[in-house]
């Protein structure tokens, strides 16, 4: 079991760009696989973005492809989103969760990701 963190949301304007964190705190943090999901008020949960254990694969939602990047720092525990030319439907409370499990079938599925973080407000502005 690991606890998580998440920084960096904020109101931003379409177009613009933020970086979020996800602090990671547990032993063998590279064996774990991360991913970003996000709820939008009144939806829900959609998968956004994962990085798989070790850092050996990326993998992200077809709405923000090209737009957002995830990536890991082993060495500080920690996985960022960064997210440019953001637009008004990205407005959302950002989650990062983790898994040891990372298995590529079910790795958009966020009822296999048993370790949450309490969310980062996004907000655009048109």
């Known amino acids: 079991q690991v606890q998580l963190v998440e920084s960096g949301g904020r109101l931003v304007q379409a177009g613009g760009s933020l970086r979020l964190s996800c602090a990671v705190s547990g032993s063998s943090f590279s064996r774990y696989t991360v991913a970003w999901f996000r709820q939008a008020p009144g939806k829900g949960r959609d998968f956004v973005a994962a990085?798989?254990?070790?850092?050996?694969?990326?993998h992200y939602a077809d709405s923000v492809k090209g737009r957002f990047t995830i990536s890991r720092d082993n060495a500080k525990n920690t996985v960022y989103l960064q997210m440019d030319n953001l637009q008004p439907e990205d407005t959302a409370i950002y989650y990062c969760?983790?898994?040891?499990?990372?298995?590529?079938?079910?790795?958009?599925?966020?009822?296999?990701?048993?370790?949450w973080g309490q969310g980062t407000q996004v907000t655009v502005s048109s």
């Open positions: 969760a983790a898994t040891s499990r990372g298995i590529l079938s079910t790795i958009r599925r966020g009822d296999m990701y048993p370790d």
């Open positions: 990085t798989r254990y070790g850092g050996t694969s990326t």
